[in-house]
C-alpha cells in the first residue's frame, strides 16, 4: 500500500470516528454526491471531499461529510470531479493598444478589416501588431501576404505573428522601416521567404524579431489590466496551475508585482527563465523553485531549434515540402554546451525547446554527458515539446538519465497541414509522440503552448490522434483517458517538484479542482471537445463558475 493511499484510509478513519461521536469538525468547503476522480496511484474514484484552509483535509463516500460542518456545500448531483489542470507549458502576456488578437479570425478578409479598425482606433503612422492567424482556419486556405497588408493598411507598418510565434507576416511599410527588401540575405537562423519572382512575400520565419524589433514597447502599466485578465480567463479552462514557457530575468519583476496584487484568484505559476548569460543568471539571485505555491522560479528555457509554424525545426531526414531543408538550430553547439554545464553547475532545472528530432538528439546528448560527467540526483531537466520521434536509442538515453518531456498532443490537432506538408510520412504519423517516449520508459506530462490552451483539445487529441480533418495520426500513439488526464494533471506536478502540493485530490494537498459537464471517463472520446468547466475551485474557494 502505497503512502497516500495509507494517509487517505487514515484519514478516513478518523473522519467516521469524529462523526460516530457526534462533534464535526468545521470545514470550508464540501463537495458530495459527485464521482471525483482523484488521480491519485490507485486513480481511486470516491463520491465526497472535504476542504479547509484551502487544503483538503478528507476525500471518502457521503459518510464523511457528516464529520463536518461547512461553511459552503455544493452537492454534484452525480457531476464528475477532476484535479485542477496544470498545463506545464504555455506563454500569457498582456495586450498592448496596438495589438490584435488573431485566434478567432476565420479568413483573410477578416484579418484585413481587423487590422483597418486597428488603423481608424490609432491614426495612420501607428505600428499594429497581432497574434494567433493560422492559415488553416482561413476560409482562403493559404498564408496571408505582404499585398494582403497593404491593401488594409499601407500607411501603417504591421506584423502579424502566427499562432505559436515561430513566423510572421508583415506589410510592404515594415520592410522599408527595416530596411529588408528583395536583396536581402536571410537573417542568421531564419528566412525571408520570396515568391517565385525573388520578390518578398511577406512571411518571416523565426526572426520576425528583425521587422519586430522597431515596434514601441508597451508599458507595463498599459498591459498590466490584460495580463491579469488574461490569467483569470484560465480558471474558465479550468487551469488552476500553468507553467510559463520564458521570461527574462527583468520580466520576472511582473509576475511577481502582479501575483502581489492578485495572487490569491490566479492560476498558480511557475515561470522558466530564459537564458541570459551566466553572470546575469548570477545576478538574478534566484534559481529553480524558489518562490512559494502561487508563484515560483521554473526551469531555465533556451531554444535550440525552430518549430513547424516557421517552419524551420532541425530535423535528421530532409523536409518533404524543401528537398535539402532540414531547419536549422537555434544556437551554436558549442554555446549551448556551455550553457547546459553552466545551468546544471549552477544548481537550475532546464527544461529547453527541442521540437525536431535532429535538434532532440543533439540536446538530449548533451544533457547526458553533463549529467554522466556531473551527477545530480533529482535534476528533471526536460525537453518542451520533443514534437518529431527520435531515434529509439535517444528515448533510451533520456529515460536512463531520467531526462523530462512536456508534450502537446493539441499540436496533432492544430498543426496537423503542417506536418503533413513537411514531415515524410513515418514522421508524420507519429508527430508528438506520447505512448512511445512511455514505452521506453520516460516521464511524460501534457500540456497546450496555447495552440489553442483549452485542456479539453489536448486530450481530445492524446485519446484519438486526430487532427481536424478527422484523419488519425499514429493511432499506437493514443493514451487511454486516463493517462492523458494523469498527464494533465499529476504529471505536471512532478514537473515543477510539487507532487507533494497539488495534482491529485488527496487529503493535505491544495484543493485545486474542477467540475466537468459531462464524465470524461466513460464519453464517447468524439465528444470530449464540447465537454465544458462547470466549476473552477482554487485553494478551496469557487473562482469560476459557468
Excluded at 44 to 64: F, K, P, Q, T, Y
Excluded at 103 to 131: C, D, H, N, P
Excluded at 402 to 428: K, W
Excluded at 465 to 486: F, H
Aim: proline share 5%; charged share 25%; hydrophobic share 40%.
Amino acid at each position: 500500500m502505497t503512502k497516500n493511499r495509507s494517509r487517505a484510509l487514515a484519514c478516513l478513519a478518523l473522519t467516521a470516528l469524529v462523526a460516530a461521536c457526534g462533534s464535526p469538525e468545521p470545514a470550508d468547503l464540501v463537495l458530495l454526491n459527485g464521482k471525483i476522480v482523484t488521480v491519485d496511484e490507485a486513480f481511486s474514484i470516491v463520491e465526497a471531499v472535504a476542504v479547509r484552509d484551502g487544503r483538503i483535509v478528507a476525500v471518502g463516500g457521503n459518510e464523511i461529510v457528516s464529520a463536518y460542518e461547512a461553511g459552503r456545500v455544493i452537492d454534484l448531483q452525480g457531476r464528475t470531479v477532476v484535479p485542477g489542470f496544470n498545463d506545464t507549458h504555455t506563454h500569457i502576456s498582456g495586450t498592448p493598444q496596438r495589438e490584435l488578437d488573431l485566434t478567432e479570425t476565420m479568413s483573410i478578409g477578416q484579418m484585413q478589416e481587423q487590422v483597418r479598425a486597428k488603423v481608424a482606433e490609432l491614426g495612420e503612422g501607428e505600428w499594429i501588431t497581432g497574434y494567433g492567424w493560422a492559415e488553416d482556419q482561413f476560409a482562403e486556405q493559404r498564408m496571408p501576404t505582404r499585398a494582403d497588408l497593404d491593401e488594409a493598411a499601407p500607411a501603417n507598418p504591421v506584423t502579424l505573428t502566427r499562432a505559436g510565434g515561430h513566423s510572421a507576416v508583415v506589410n510592404s511599410l515594415a520592410f522599408e522601416l527595416a530596411g529588408i527588401d528583395r536583396n536581402s540575405p536571410d537573417p542568421a537562423r531564419g528566412i525571408i521567404e520570396r515568391d517565385a519572382s525573388g520578390e518578398l512575400n511577406g512571411i518571416i520565419r523565426e526572426r520576425q524579431d528583425t521587422v519586430g524589433r522597431l515596434v514601441p514597447p508597451a508599458t507595463r502599466e498599459e498591459t498590466r489590466p490584460s495580463f491579469v485578465q488574461n490569467l483569470t480567463d484560465l480558471l474558465s479552462l479550468g487551469i488552476t496551475s500553468i507553467t510559463q514557457a520564458g521570461v527574462s530575468p527583468r520580466g520576472y519583476e511582473e509576475w511577481q508585482t502582479v501575483y502581489d496584487e492578485h495572487g490569491d484568484v490566479l492560476p498558480r505559476a511557475s515561470v522558466q527563465i530564459n537564458w541570459a548569460g551566466r553572470e546575469r543568471m548570477e545576478a538574478f539571485g534566484m534559481r529553480s523553485g524558489d518562490g512559494h505555491e502561487q508563484l515560483r522560479v521554473g526551469a531555465v528555457k533556451v531554444f535550440v531549434d525552430g518549430g513547424f509554424t516557421g517552419p524551420s525545426a532541425y530535423t535528421i531526414d530532409e523536409y518533404k515540402s524543401e528537398p535539402g531543408f532540414r531547419g536549422a538550430l537555434d544556437i551554436d553547439p558549442d554555446d549551448l554546451r556551455t550553457i547546459v554545464h553552466d545551468a546544471h553547475e549552477m544548481g537550475w532545472q532546464m527544461g529547453f525547446h527541442a521540437i525536431g528530432d535532429a535538434a532532440i538528439q543533439l540536446i538530449v546528448g548533451q544533457f547526458a554527458d553533463e549529467l554522466t560527467a556531473n551527477p545530480r540526483e533529482d535534476h528533471r531537466h526536460y525537453l518542451n515539446h520533443f514534437t518529431v520521434r527520435p531515434p529509439p536509442e535517444v528515448m533510451d538515453l533520456m529515460a536512463e538519465h531520467d531526462i523530462l518531456i512536456t508534450q502537446q498532443p493539441n499540436f496533432t490537432y492544430t498543426l496537423e497541414q503542417r506536418y503533413v506538408e513537411n514531415l515524410h510520412e513515418e514522421h508524420a504519423a507519429h508527430n508528438n509522440p506520447l505512448r512511445s517516449p512511455m514505452d521506453h520508459g520516460v516521464f511524460v506530462a501534457i500540456s497546450s503552448d496555447i495552440l489553442p490552451i483549452g485542456p479539453m483539445v489536448g486530450l481530445y487529441a492524446a485519446v484519438t490522434r486526430k487532427g481536424q480533418s478527422g484523419a488519425v495520426y499514429g493511432p499506437d500513439e493514443a493514451l487511454s483517458i486516463e493517462k492523458a488526464l494523469n498527464g494533465y494533471t499529476r504529471n505536471g506536478a512532478y514537473v515543477t517538484f510539487e507532487e507533494d502540493l497539488k495534482g491529485t485530490i488527496e487529503p493535505g494537498k491544495l484543493a485545486d479542482m474542477v467540475v466537468l459537464s459531462e464524465d470524461i471517463l466513460t464519453i464517447d472520446p468524439e465528444r470530449l471537445l464540447d465537454v465544458e468547466v462547470e466549476t473552477t475551485i482554487l485553494g478551496g474557494r469557487v473562482v469560476y463558475e459557468r
